[in-house]
Each structure stands twice: as C-alpha cells, then as structure tokens.
C-alpha cells in the first residue's frame, strides 16, 4: 500500500536555523569527517517526517495540510520537533534541554488544539462547528425500540416510503 504523499512543513534548512549548522553536522556527522553522507542525511529526512507526522497527528484532522504549510507557527512546531528528533537520534549524546523544552512546549500547543481549546491562527478548519439539529434520541432503557423519533422535531408531513412494521415491538408490552 503507497503512503498518501503529505508537503513537509519545515525543511533541514529551518532545523538548522534552530540548532546552528555546527550542531546539526555534529549531531549528523558519525564518522567525524565534516561530511553527511547519504546515509547521515537520511536521519535528517527522517527527523522532518517524524516532526511533520507529528503535526498531522495532532493537527490533520482539524486543517487541510495545504493549509498547515502556509503556517508560520506549524513551521515553528515542526522545525522544534524536527531538531529534537535530530538531536535524540546522535549517539551518546544528550538532547539539549532548550530542544527539550520547545518541542514539549510545541506538543502542548498541539493537544490544546486537538482538544479543542484553542485554534491555528490565520487558518480556517474544514468543518464548521455548527450544531446539528437531529430528532432521533437513544434510549437504552427501552429494549425493542431503542431509537425513538421526537415528535415534536418531526415533519408532520407523510413521505413515499414504506413503513417497516416493528410486529415485536407493536404488540409486545415494555415496563
């Protein structure tokens, strides 16, 4: 099965802006020859996927991600996560609590999102939070019939389709 091809919303460019170009080299550079290899390299793609996939967990199903690219403050978010996982995929060396720090706080901005408290700046969602008006109701004290219309909320006005006839339900009596 192919994976659905989402834009990244930072790049190693960011990251790099983020920790210093020294940083990311050092934290990349495994052989210690001031060069990244391809192999080296493929933990910075990785680090961006990993920053980028977390923004979609928290974020995909509130914005359209071609939305979320154009966001200055999902740029921040990912750049942050992005240099974490850059850092904490180095061997023998510690994460920098500063990297530490700001992709907690970026995770936390997210669930504040997810949880519905706040909302992306400058970014409309793809569903309006309207309520819905429904005259259906679930009532589990019922055993037959444990969907129940409200009248009330019904159209008075009969409709083309036929009725299916609950027989169980007509003539059996319910305490």
């Known amino acids: 099965m192919a994976l ?10 960011h990251v790099e802006s983020c920790l210093s170009a020294y940083c990311v080299l050092a934290r990349l550079d495994d052989d210690a020859d001031s060069q990244v290899s391809t192999t080296e390299q493929d ?12 923004c979609n967990f928290y974020l995909y199903w509130f914005y359209e991600p071609s939305w979320l690219v154009q966001s200055n403050i999902v740029n921040h978010w990912c750049t942050d996560l992005a240099a974490y996982c850059v850092c904490r995929m180095a061997r023998l060396n510690p994460v920098p609590e500063s990297a530490i ?15 519905g408290w706040n909302s992306v700046p400058g970014i409309p969602k793809r569903r309006m939070p309207v309520g819905v008006f429904d005259n259906l ?4 004290r019922y ?6 219309v409200e009248s009330n909320t019904s159209s008075p006005q009969p409709t083309q389709k036929p009725v299916n006839v609950d027989w169980q339900d007509n003539y059996t009596l319910e305490f």
């Open 4 to 13: 659905l091809a989402l834009p990244s919303y930072c790049t190693q460019a």
């Open 137 to 140: 109701r679930a009532d589990p």
């Open 101 to 115: 720090e700001a992709a907690q706080e970026a995770k936390d901005m997210m669930d504040r999102i997810m949880k």
């Open 143 to 148: 055993r037959f019939q444990v969907i129940r």
């Open 43 to 54: 933990r910075m793609t990785i680090a961006v996927a990993r920053g980028t996939e977390t």
